[in-house]
Nanobody, 115 residues
């Protein structure tokens, strides 16, 4: 069973930065891609950013130029660097790993941006 453990969430003022981490229980090479999604209260879950094994990154329009997704294969960890945070970025952020047969999800980490 694959485990994804997120960390790095918290409370930050608008304009600030946070770095989220997602540590996988097995080699991230075994996944086709990994990514971050978020869900704000009363809203549907939305894609934030994904990164493939070939290091191709994809971002939601709302975070382009502010967020950066990256991978550290030695640590089996994916990161989401979030800069210039806005109150509308407030959400639970969840890590996702696309396996050959199914997707895996972490438990989520809360990010709250105050105005």
């Amino acid at each position: 069973q694959v485990q994804l453990v997120e960390s790095g969430g918290g409370l930050v003022q608008a304009g600030g930065s946070l770095r989220l981490s997602c540590a996988a229980s097995r080699s991230i090479f075994s996944f086709n891609a990994m990514g971050w999604y978020r869900q704000a209260p009363g809203k549907q879950r939305e894609l934030v950013a994904t990164i493939t094994n070939g290091n191709t990154a994809n971002y939601a329009d709302s975070v382009k130029g502010r967020f950066t997704i990256s991978r550290d294969h030695a640590k089996n960890t994916v990161y989401l660097q979030m800069n210039s945070l806005r109150p509308e970025d407030t959400a639970v952020y969840s890590c996702n790993a696309q396996g050959a047969w199914r997707n895996y999800w972490g438990q989520g980490t809360q990010v709250t941006v105050s105005s």
